[in-house]
């Protein structure tokens, strides 16, 4: 079973940072590049960042881009986000989701259940 | 990057058919994908590409693709099909995803 589970969110100050990490399992980690999308609270869903199997190719939104970085171990079959320099605009339930891709399309196919990360002071 | 717009709330009565739109100009380009968001749950997907339905996804779902509109039928609505759904697809440059606006769908 495809499993995927984010944790490191928590409340943080305005300038402040803080990493995510999202622990998979239950498939061959390493042949599937990931995203993060993130959820502002009653809003839609935004998303913001994707890095390839091998970590070779990273995308970032723009609202994130510079302040934001994705990162992966798999060997630990895990993804990170890096966020420092964080805004209350940050303030949003974050998932990771698993990129598929074959001849017929591209999706997420998998996600986490997701994290609060809540910037405020 | 581009953006997909989606009509905010559609309704449609118990067991009749409802389409939803996601429209933009990276789509005459990309196929969306398509996603159901159920409140405080994580997404689903349900459809991707030209019209394919991950495992698990039952048959009343459907998609189709014309020109700039990307569209997600549900045929034969059941009340568990109440729910947000979202297109996604690349921007313009194709390095970039974006979601729809997001729209959601009242089963009465």
């Known amino acids: 079973e495809v499993q995927l589970v984010e944790s490191g969110g928590g409340l943080v100050q305005p300038g402040g940072s803080l990493r995510l990490s999202c622990a998979a399992s239950g498939f061959t980690f390493y042949t599937y590049s990931m995203n993060w999308v993130r959820q502002a609270p009653g809003k839609g869903l935004e998303w913001i960042s994707y890095?390839?199997?091998?970590?070779?190719?990273?995308h970032y939104a723009d609202s994130v881009k510079g302040r934001f970085t994705i990162s992966r171990d798999n060997a630990k079959k895990s993804l990170f986000l890096h966020m420092n320099s964080l805004r209350a605009e940050d303030t949003a339930v974050y998932y990771c989701?698993?990129?598929?891709?074959?001849?017929?399309?591209?999706?997420?196919?998998?996600w986490g259940q997701g994290i609060l990360v809540a910037v405020s002071s | 990057s581009s953006e997909l717009t989606q009509d905010p709330a559609v309704s449609v009565a118990l067991g009749q058919t409802v389409r939803i739109t996601c429209q933009g100009d990276?789509?005459?380009?990309?196929?969306a994908s398509w996603y159901q968001q159920k409140p405080g749950q994580a997404p689903v997907l349900v459809i991707y590409?030209?019209?394919n339905r991950p495992s698990g996804i039952p048959d009343r779902f459907s998609g189709s693709s014309s020109g700039n509109t990307a569209s997600l039928t549900i045929t034969g609505a059941q009340a568990e099909d109440e729910a947000d759904y979202y297109c996604n697809s690349r921007d313009s440059s194709g390095n970039h995803r974006v979601f729809g606006t997001g729209t959601k769908v009242t089963v009465l």
């Open positions: 590409g030209q019209n």
């Open positions: 890095i390839t199997s091998g970590g070779v190719i990273i």
């Open positions: 990276s789509l005459r380009t990309y196929y």
């Open positions: 989701a698993r990129h598929y891709s074959d001849s017929s399309g591209e999706a997420f196919d998998y």
